[in-house]
């Protein structure tokens, strides 16, 4: 191969002593560190080496190199947002031991911050080297924009870490983005370098610099893809564009930022980039990496993207969820996070459509249908769940709380009132639950199927089974049997001091399993029913909660449907409970001003006001009262359902209402 260069033409030629680059001047060695990087450290530019070939000059001396690579750390998203690199170091031919390391970074600013040790913004773990008793670790600034990491042997050199060929993990390093908006630039001072680095030469007993010093950096390339923010930040997963609540929560994100690389001829996105969302799937992967159906558009600088609710290879138990967003550049094997975290208040079930007529994977919304020829499921119990007290109390105070909100048609009934088994849904204790997970209480099976057309799937039936026993890890590996779950089933919420294993709220978890059941996934938000239970009393609906429900009956009622359509429900008029807990009062009816109560005797909760599509209008606070008033002249001309809940959220009375 032959160069230009202002020496003249650079030829590298093999000889006795390796290989070297020769001009009509001189003989270079190694001319990516002797000529090469010089030249670009006085102009300002970090060169990178092209080889892993030792050279050597004018065939007298070996040249003992030390090459340091920064290797990128990918793992799950970093509050406050890092930049992780793990430093290893080997040598360029033959076997050395170490004296002294040292790295000098200056860095910019505006996106790291200044003074990074003093602040505490830079972080080190220990590798394999650094981690030695014989070594000692310091992290200095030497300037606002440049800091110095040094290892020196304290020990007898007897003991010194021989590094050889192959690369040696000499330590972890995190540097905390102060601002994204910044360049993110990071170079090395590599006279500083040169002088700082040691070996020990036994044939004089002393410490020498290396030869030259070689920065293989993986990490900081000049073109990395950053995302500077993206729009809106709350948006539900797995509803196409938009849910169906009214207002609608958006399914669709636009992200701005740099370097996101542009798709080439036939490909939906580049093929060595990846987008990543927070995943809240028990898949136990870190990101959902969207289907190519969900990406809408992709350039340089703004990706248009449908939440996903099922990853790019299929895999349904991966799905996005409230975090921070991975750009990932897998060429150079560079990533960054977004500073903001999308808010996704809930997930619904999509099928994975793995081969279509496009040959794309893709997802596609599932809806529940009319199952029992009344709009909806029918629901019975299992003889082995009876034989817990009060549960079928507990389990309907769970049922209401949904299809008094989201109007979710289903429907208890006694087993030998169903006349075809088969298309009900059985709740019941199960002994089967997978062993060695403490978390798994319950688990809804559903097996949804897809329409011909591919349109969109749907759920024929679901079956719902409860834990009979606490399966530990522990208990497994010890071959100890398990422990029976104390299910809790009293209308009364447990109280705080008997929440230990293995005592479990039955109506929490039934609350967790039929939003399943209303084809609901988990949620990452720890005060949403759909945040996985592990334990605590949780009996009432957040409004991520709600707004899901909502949606997948909305769903589930109009076309296209490849099923019968369920129908709304009317907890006003289909309650099972007929006989109402409280007696009540409401006068006058119609109204056009406010409602007001008399209670047959002091409560405690709420009165809450729903409109026909079960959507919370008002509410109203209750203490100890007989007597109540709900203002309602702000409200439209129509009907409107009242329901009147204890400080337990049981229902304890509900009416409708008409506003004049």
Known sequence: DVFSSTQGFLKYVDGLEGRAAVTQFERY????????????????ETPKILTNTPLYRNGDKEERCLIYTLEPVIETA?????????????????N???????????YDTVFFGSNIAANGTIEIIDGDISGLSNYNLTVTDLAPNKVEIKLISIGSVSQLFTVTEQKSFLARVYLQVENPFGEGTVSFDYDAMEQGNMHFDASTSSAKPFDCIGIENEVFPEACPIILSFNPPTTAAGV?????????VPGIITIVGENFGTPGAGEYKPSHMRLG????GPSGADWCFPPERDIISWSEDTIVVRVPSINEDGDIKTYAGTGQLLIWDTLENYFSYSVQSLYVPFCMTNLSNLYTVSQTRESILTKMVDANGEGGYDIYFGDDILTLDSVEQSFERALNTWRCTTKVNMVIKPKNEIADLSKACLIDLDTTLPTGVTTTLAVTRREPKKCDDNSHSYQPKFDMFFSKYAWRLADSLSGAPPVEINWWTSEVPMNPSMDTFPNRDFQTVALHELGHASMLLHTKNADNVMFTPHAGTKRALTLDDLEGGIHSVELSVIDPHCDSKMTKYDCTTNSVSEVPKLEMRIFPNPTNAA????????????????DALGKELLSKRLEKEIYAELKVHILPQGGYFIAVIDEFNQVLNHSKIIKQ
Request: zero cysteines.
């Open 29 to 44: 060695g190694n001319i990516e560190n002797e000529l090469v990087r010089a030249i670009g450290f006085r102009s300002g």
């Open 595 to 610: 409602i007001n109560f008399e209670f047959e005797k002091a409560i405690s909760g709420r009165i809450v006001l729903f």
């Open 240 to 248: 196409g564009e938009q849910s169906l609540n009214d207002p609608p």
């Open 78 to 94: 970093l509050n406050p947002i890092k930049i992780g690199a793990d430093i290893k170091v080997r040598s360029s031919e033959g």
């Open 96 to 106: 050395f031991d170490l004296y002294q390391s040292l790295v000098v970074a200056e």
């Open 277 to 280: 969302f927070t995943n809240a």
